[in-house]
């Protein structure tokens, strides 16, 4: 399945996980956590949503429904770790993804793939100069290059921050090295 053609539905309880797969650049919605069981299964099956859950009694729920109603169960994927890293190996594993398709180091970082973590629209690369009052100075004298999140409730403006781009690209490299552990 091509990055782009999955839609994703996580379970309320993998709000870190959901983000993390808008940073990789994919459609993802995180359930509303006052939504009950058959309400999150609903919305994945009339968005024609993948659903990630951690909850084991929803998934085989989740699962009866689908073979009784004859949908496709590749589009159900049960995750029983609470760890990052392990979510993602499982995620992969379960996608059959490559994670070294997802360039995080160098240059060939591009953000511009990511999905806005905040509201999981899409981002547009914006020049400085139009948002260097609404970024942090010290921000502004290290980076030269911000995306902007194009949903105009949102707007949240991204850049590829240091430390924190270390942080997504060792969870990946971590998530990698569990792949071969990990069972679907």
Not at 65 to 84: G, R
Request: net charge neutral.
């Amino acid at each position: 399945m091509e990055k782009k053609d999955c839609k994703i539905l996580v379970d309320a309880m993998f709000g870190k996980l959901g983000k993390f797969l808008r940073i990789l650049g994919f459609d993802t919605k995180i359930a509303d956590n006052a939504l009950k069981d058959p309400k999150v299964m609903q919305q994945a099956i009339r968005e024609n949503r993948l659903l990630i859950t951690r909850d084991e009694p929803f998934y085989i729920t989740a699962k009866n429904h689908y073979e009784k109603e004859d949908l496709n169960e590749d589009k159900l994927i049960y995750i029983p770790h609470q760890d990052l890293e392990h979510q993602l190996a499982v995620f992969f594993k379960s996608m059959d993804i490559d994670p070294s398709e997802f360039k995080w180091k160098g240059p060939d970082i591009k953000p511009f793939d990511s999905n806005c973590t905040k509201c999981n629209s899409d981002l547009e690369k914006v020049p400085k100069q139009q948002i260097i009052s609404e970024i942090p100075k010290g921000t502004s004298k290290r980076y030269n290059n911000y995306w902007r999140c194009t949903n105009p409730k949102c707007h949240h403006i991204y850049w590829i921050g240091t430390a924190h781009w270390e942080d997504i690209f060792k969870k990946i490299k971590a998530a990698v090295s569990l792949m071969d552990e990990v069972e679907i």
